[in-house]
């Protein structure tokens, strides 16, 4: 039976209405799929970016807070520093004030002699040389003179040797030295200093653990005090 127009005519229009139907139906589908990838897609670059985001700001974080930890050192140290400049400097005032004192010494003469006479035969128990040549303020050559004479006699009876000394009349110690001597050996190439300030000087060195101690009190972090 041969199909009219009209007949032809629905039938390609119900074709067409289905092929558009489908089309429609592939271009949601394609639509709600490419939503879907795009959807991942920004939620995985977000998630990324996120993740950079917060490794920047650890970073970050981290260097602040090193940095924080030597800026805290460095002030530490410095404070450090400014305390035992501020100790030693004490230390300094105090043995200038020792040094200045050392005149007072001289002006007890029997206080004084007792104690060149010690200076000379310590000299001489350190040097032990058969000759010497003893240096000492000009006027304390009346005292160095008795102190050698009283001093000859007892060295010569603890060593059983001879000695022969010599007190230099042509160069004396500076008139700013507070008292005491120097001795030579013969050729003047050894050298004792026992003068005030020399011996002072010796004692302070000594006694540096317990001037601190007496001072500002025991270090709590030091294990010998040599």
Known sequence: MALSDADVQKQIKH??????????????????????????????????????????????????????????????????????????????????????????????????????????????????????????????????KASVQKNIRIYKAATKTNVEVRIDQDNFLPPETSGGIEIYNRDGKIKVSNTLESRLDLIAQQMMPEIRVALFGANPNRKFLD
């Open 15 to 144: 074709m067409m209405a289905f092929i558009e139907q489908e089309a429609n139906e592939k271009a949601e589908e394609v639509e709600a799929k490419a939503e879907e990838e795009f959807n991942i897609e920004k939620g995985r670059l977000v998630q990324t970016q996120r993740l950079k985001i917060m490794e920047y700001y650890e970073k970050k974080e981290k260097q602040i807070e090193q940095q924080k930890k030597i800026q805290m050192s460095n002030l530490m140290n410095q404070a450090r520093l400014k305390v035992l400049k501020a100790r030693d400097d004490m230390i300094s005032d105090l043995l200038n004030e020792a040094r200045q004192r050392l005149a007072d010494i001289t002006k007890d003469s029997s206080r004084y002699s007792i104690l060149m006479e010690g200076l000379v035969l310590q000299g001489l128990y350190q040097l032990l040389e058969p000759k010497v040549t003893i240096r000492c303020r000009k006027q304390d050559l009346p005292l160095a």
